[in-house]
């Protein structure tokens, strides 16, 4: 096929971000400068984020048969790219500079996020087997080393190797259903599966048993139960903004592909799988939320959160039709904005690098006197993550809800509104911790560094944005809507 000037414009976000990419090794081979490295990061994730505009006036357009580019992906092209800004500038406070801070070099940590993101942009964007696994790919073995980056840390390097070893398990299942589907439609393409899928009204086994196993290993990277067990683990030993990045960018990439395979087909959300599809989703919920009751480590406690609400957003992928897509649109935004703004007070009360992260419930037991800004944040992201009104929490759940109903998920529904109740109780019990007083207890603030105070107005402005969204979510939904219609 011949390339255009549109073609490359409807490419620009991808484009730009591998650009970048080429430019931050080449400025860490001349010179190691760990600032210069962030602002070179900063400055080509923020012309990629720009480039989404242009290219949505050339969409929807196929760009060779593996990458589609339409409002769909440039939605979450946009989600992704604002996900790794934010865990970009948590990562400056947390490595810290100079004498204080992380011993190694901390550059590369910028470099693998990129190449993690240019992953996720690849994946969104996916109309093709191939081009779903590529993705997947370029997204999946950056993370394994983001995850083990504090490697002399021996939780690091311990979560890093689970996640390196389950990850490829789930690669291999995926493979493995890829190549059942591609023997019963004779495809490749989504669309292609989907045409051969529908010709024959229900999937033959041999394409149900494909499609099981390709869930099977997108359910791996989602972290649904049965196939969580990784989640806690590595989310505590992770970095604090690399567990941010996990939490977000890269199961906001997975999902989309996954909701795309779905929309394309929709044969494949019939029949058994449907049914397998709500098993998963009642246990993640329940699972997720029972399990967060007992930790007493805030990073374990948000993993187990984390797999609740993919559980939740599996409803609306089992309704699969009115509200669903735009449901799902909604409740990823909202998710991202609360998951950043969680994480994002761990790597504020973590940074500079002092060895190991401070997760530790005991460790926010009075932080409202020590650190109140901080403070502020985390009680907006608990309610948030709670789904109380008047914060974007409560709107994307409230979606997901419509959705169970509209399409009578009565057992679905059911499970939700047990799972949140549940939720309640452990994020309030955050909540109550950071507002207890200590004896002899004497109100200061930490003394901050400059990239601690821009991880800091970055972390209100999440809060703001979480408030804003509660208040007045209209521009979201039309943003959504728009993305949903045209896509």
């Known amino acids: 096929m011949e390339f255009t000037t549109q073609h490359f414009i409807a490419l620009a976000p991808l484009l730009i971000t591998s650009a970048t990419i080429i430019v931050v090794m080449l400025a860490i081979a001349w010179r190691r400068n760990h600032s210069q490295t962030f602002l070179i990061s900063v400055a080509g994730l923020n012309l990629a984020l720009l480039s989404i505009l242009p290219a949505l006036k050339v969409a929807p357009l196929a760009v060779t048969p593996l990458l589609q580019i339409d409002s769909f992906a440039c939605l979450y092209m946009a989600l992704i790219l604002v996900a790794t800004l934010a865990c970009v500038t948590l990562a400056h406070a947390y490595l810290g500079d100079g004498g204080s801070g992380y011993p190694g070099n901390r550059e590369e940590l910028y470099l693998l996020i990129l190449m993690a993101a240019a992953g996720g942009l690849v994946l969104v964007s996916a109309q093709h087997l191939a081009g779903l696994f590529i ?47 591609y023997a019963d439609s004779g495809s490749l393409s989504f669309v292609g599966i989907g045409q051969a899928l529908a010709a024959t009204g229900l999937p033959s086994s041999l394409a149900q048993m494909g499609l099981g196993m390709m869930l099977i290993g997108l359910a791996f990277k989602l972290s649904l139960v049965p196939f969580h067990l990784w989640t806690p683990d590595v989310y505590e030993g992770a970095p604090a903004p690399v567990a941010a990045f996990l939490a977000t960018a890269s199961k906001v ?235």
Not at 377 to 401: H, R
Not at 448 to 458: D, I, N, P, Y
Request: cysteine-free.
């Open 135 to 181: 993705g997947l790919e370029l997204l999946s073995v950056p993370v394994y080393g983001l995850v083990a980056y504090a490697f002399f840390n021996k939780r690091s390097l311990e979560a890093g190797i689970k996640y390196m070893v389950l990850s490829a398990a789930g690669s291999a299942f995926l493979l493995f259903g890829m190549a059942l589907l």
């Open 253 to 487: 990439a997975v999902f989309a592909v996954m909701v795309r395979l779905f929309q394309i087909s929709p044969a494949a959300s019939s029949g058994v799988l449907s049914d397998v599809l709500t098993i998963i989703a009642i246990a993640s919920i329940l699972f997720g939320n029972l399990l967060a009751l007992t930790q007493s480590n805030l990073k374990r406690l948000l993993g187990y959160s984390s797999i609740a609400h993919f559980g939740y957003l599996l409803i609306a992928l089992v309704a699969s039709k009115g509200l669903a897509v735009e449901a799902i649109g909604v409740y990823l935004v909202t998710y991202v904005v609360t998951s950043l703004g969680a994480f994002g007070v761990i790597t504020l009360m973590s940074s500079p690098y002092n060895g190991r992260d401070a997760d530790a419930l005991y460790e926010y037991r009075g932080l409202f006197w020590r650190r109140p800004y901080l403070t502020a944040v985390l009680t907006v992201m608990m309610l948030s993550l709670a789904g109380i009104p008047l914060t974007a929490g409560f709107i994307g759940k409230f979606y997901i809800i419509a959705t169970g109903v509209e399409s009578q998920q009565w057992w679905l529904v059911g499970s939700l509104v047990l799972g949140s109740a549940i939720g309640v109780f452990y994020y309030l019990r955050v909540m109550v911790t950071l507002y207890l007083i200590e004896p002899n207890l004497r109100r200061h603030d930490a003394q901050l560094h400059w990239e601690q105070k821009a991880g800091g107005v970055m972390l209100l402005a999440i809060a703001g944005l979480a408030f804003f969204l509660g208040l007045y979510p209209q521009p979201l939904l039309v943003l959504v809507q728009q993305a949903v219609l045209a896509g």
